[in-house]
């Protein structure tokens, strides 16, 4: 069984950056494709970034492109995401999620294991 624990969430001032953690337990960690998902209150869950298990094509939501960076490092079972430039409608709580598939998929149905999340606040 894959566990998934995602950190380094926060409150931080618009204009500011925060980098999540996902570290992840069993499993395969370097076969696997990750993703960054995030859910604000009352939305629906939303694609943000991911990126396949060899760390080619990353890909992003258009609302993030050019501030967000996904990144992995297998040595360590760690996926990354570099927020910068971060806006108050970036508030959500970000899951991190692993697909046994290998391939960056944007759409959370392609996703066997997920995160508990961690919140992440914008203030204005």
């Known amino acids: 069984q894959v566990q998934l624990v995602e950190s380094g969430g926060g409150l931080v001032q618009a204009g500011g950056s925060l980098r999540l953690s996902c570290a992840a337990s069993?499993?395969?960690?370097?076969?696997?494709?990750l993703g960054w998902f995030r859910q604000a209150a009352g939305k629906d869950r939303e694609f943000v970034a991911a990126?396949?298990?060899?760390?080619?094509?990353?890909s992003y939501a258009d609302s993030v492109k050019g501030r967000f960076t996904i990144s992995r490092d297998n040595a360590k079972n760690t996926v990354y995401l570099q927020m910068n430039t971060l806006k108050p409608e970036d508030t959500a709580v970000y899951y991190c999620?692993?697909?046994?598939?290998?391939?960056?998929?944007?759409?959370?149905?392609?996703?066997?294991?997920w995160g508990q999340g961690t919140q992440v606040t914008v203030s204005s």
């Open positions: 999620a692993a697909s046994t598939t290998t391939q960056a998929f944007r759409h959370p149905v392609y996703y066997n294991y």
């Open positions: 069993g499993g395969t960690f370097s076969s696997y494709g």
């Open positions: 990126i396949s298990w060899s760390g080619g094509s990353p």
